[in-house]
């Protein structure tokens, strides 16, 4: 089992047409986000202009979670609302508009990736996922398996778990609590 700390001061932005956003990780290390050629990527960005166009990624599931506000969208020209933590769940290549400025979390899943879920938890957790990610609201404390690992906020925590060991998880405050087998 391999456990990486990606920690929120150490991601650099880079702009979209929208604003600037910050890669934490792209998997595998030899995928290039230009190309499109990626098993996932984990990212957070800012929504600076309104109205503004996400960009689209043919094949690519997404997961989008506001971490500062809701979030007022048109998704193939369909008004919707979601709350601040909300997960918003969405196909790549929709037409997503956005009516409202902050900052989110994003998670791009190939679908060529049989299964994945994120969800917001802070309730003890066990799990014998592929790979788990792990995003901090807040300052928190997470145990993997009896080992503390603090997280500021917007942190990433992503664990490797190519043997499905069962690990055991537990939570200090909220998270986002993603899994994914390949």
């Given at each position: 089992m391999n456990i990486t700390l990606f920690p929120k001061k150490d991601?650099?932005?880079s702009i979209w047409s929208g604003g600037l956003t910050y890669e934490y990780m792209i998997y595998p290390k030899t995928a290039n986000y230009a190309d499109r050629d990626f098993s996932f990527r984990i990212s957070s960005a800012t929504i600076e202009q309104t109205p503004s166009e996400f960009t689209k990624f043919k094949g690519y599931h997404r997961y989008l979670v506001?971490?500062?506000n809701e979030l007022d969208v048109e998704v193939n020209k369909q008004k919707?609302?979601?709350e601040k933590y909300e997960i918003m769940e969405f196909n790549s290549d929709d037409e997503v508009t956005s009516y409202t400025k902050g900052t989110d979390f994003n998670w791009m899943v190939s679908e060529k990736i049989s299964h994945h879920k994120l969800e917001i938890t802070n309730t003890n957790q066990n799990c014998t996922a592929?790979?788990?990610?792990l995003f901090s609201l807040d300052t928190t404390v997470i145990t993997i398996n009896e080992k503390?690992?603090?997280l500021e906020p917007y942190d990433l925590l992503v664990i490797e778990?190519?043997?499905k060991e069962n690990v055991r998880f537990h939570f200090s405050t909220e998270c986002l609590f993603g899994i994914l087998d390949f």
């Open positions: 991601t650099k932005p506001m971490l500062d919707k609302v979601y592929e790979m788990v990610i503390l690992y603090h778990n190519k043997e």
